[in-house]
């Protein structure tokens, strides 16, 4: 740079003091600061400060609390209100620390007592100051920027990237609210579930790509026919579901008709000659106050679909509320997955889980059962709600039903309920929480998650698990056994509690390879700091051997039968 010298640009201080040879004193002692030098105004009274802030920036004020127009903490907050990225260094006399350490906790960057101090100890508290001031502007912009991005990324996470509508998670949220609004101000609310007839054989004839054109179209004619204050979402290949809050069964009719309409004047051009015309087959049914999940209300209006589309496709289905007085006793019984899809026929059994060391009852587990004419075991009601594609719904109706009889346990009992990994990923941990009981303190309900049923690898039921950990509730992956699976599952969720399958247990006084490694399986628990509770104990012999080898809870036919 041909041995020019760099000059530091000056630094623009507003110097706010009332008393005028104290201004000056210091205005001559910093103004000596040539690295980088400092270029000082001087305010006398509050007002003039204020005036000089609005018609320039500084880089600093340097402020006496203390002022003939202005005293105590309202001088600082009427100047930081004016000059908010702007640091503020107070000056404070002797007995007035205390008002000065209020400043700072409102905002301003440091103080100073006047009469101790030098001008070393006053320039580095001035350079720290601004230097300081600038990494938190810095930080609050990225903060922001970051905000912004979560924001954004929280949207898309509620929306089918294809349709910009909402998908399932987000329908879900809309759904929450609704609920709660109607059931607070007594309005009715419908849904509408849209299908497009024949749309496999668009793909297959015509390509994605053309059926992917075909959904968008779809949903644009459904955005544009409906309100602001509905929701729209796309939850499977081409079906839609409609939530309409203050809307009456004819109002949900009539939409239904004009989407109809809508849908059915779209063609798709299949060669030079050939068009098709695209219809699509509606249900149309009111939402019940005790709806929770989009499952639920899928479970409700996709039986209308399918009637749509026995009845020939390009028509609307719908139904009425059952009223309890509109019902009509039968002698026969419904089809099972009718009453599955009802949920009213659940009821849960309680099985003691007790302390081995003196066979004290420490809590229960509850178990699920429906009534049917007879008593219906779960092997056989989830196997049919899975043939029908309503396991999660099922579930959900199994642990209400557990929750609802664990209410009557004295509060300090634990209370283990069970969920499939799919019903806790599909739906938001927090609803599944204010299902549960209120009598008793978050951390006596414990969530049994079967390691049998998790599917692929248990990484994507880590968040869930984090959540209800974060709520004091506890979780146990039931169903551990010894293989490879088992341990990857335990090793990533890290439960509070290891439930050991019964085939493991069953007869265990006799089988030394079976001790040794449920002994290795007592290990990882014991290094997860995980409790272990053994099930399936129906012996003496059984019970006292996994007492010998440090098992300390358990359950089974021995220790207490269902009831």
Known sequence: MNGEKFIQPSLKLLLVEDDPEFASILKIRLTREKNPPLQITCALDLQQALDLLQENSWD?????????????????????????????VIMTGLDNDALAIDAVRKGADDYVVKNDFNSKLLLRIIHHAIDRHR????????????RETNLRLEKMAALDPLTELYNRSGLQQALNREIQLMIREGWDMMALVIDIDNFKKINDSLGHPVGDILLKETSKQIRDAVRLSDHIARVGGDEFILILPKTELNEGLQLAERLKSAISHTTISLGEKETFRVTASIGVTPVPEQITSVDELLAIADPLLRRSKANGKNCISYNELERPKERVPTTSPSPLPEILRKGNDFFALKQPIVRLEDQAVIGYEFLSRLQNGAVCMPDVFFRVAMENNILTLVDRHCFRSCVTASSELPAQMHRHINLFPATIIDLQVEELIEKLSVNCPAQNYCLEISEQQILGEPSH????????????????????????????????????????????????SKNPQVERSMRRVLKIAEDLNSEVIAEGIESEEDLQRLKEIGVKYGQGFFLGRPA
């Open 60 to 88: 600093l004020i340097l402020l006496d609390l203390v002022l003939p127009d202005s005293s105590g903490i309202q001088t600082f907050i009427k100047v930081h209100a004016q000059a908010r990225h702007t640091p503020i």
């Open 135 to 146: 990494i938190k502007e810095k930080l609050a912009s990225v903060t922001g920027r970051l």
């Open 461 to 508: 039921l880590i968040g869930p698990v984090e959540t209800f950990k974060n709520y004091g509730i506890q979780i146990a992956v039931d169903d551990v056994g010894f293989g490879n699976t088992c341990l990857e599952s335990l090793i990533l969720l890290e439960p509070d509690v290891v439930k050991l399958d019964k085939k493991y247990v069953i007869g265990i």
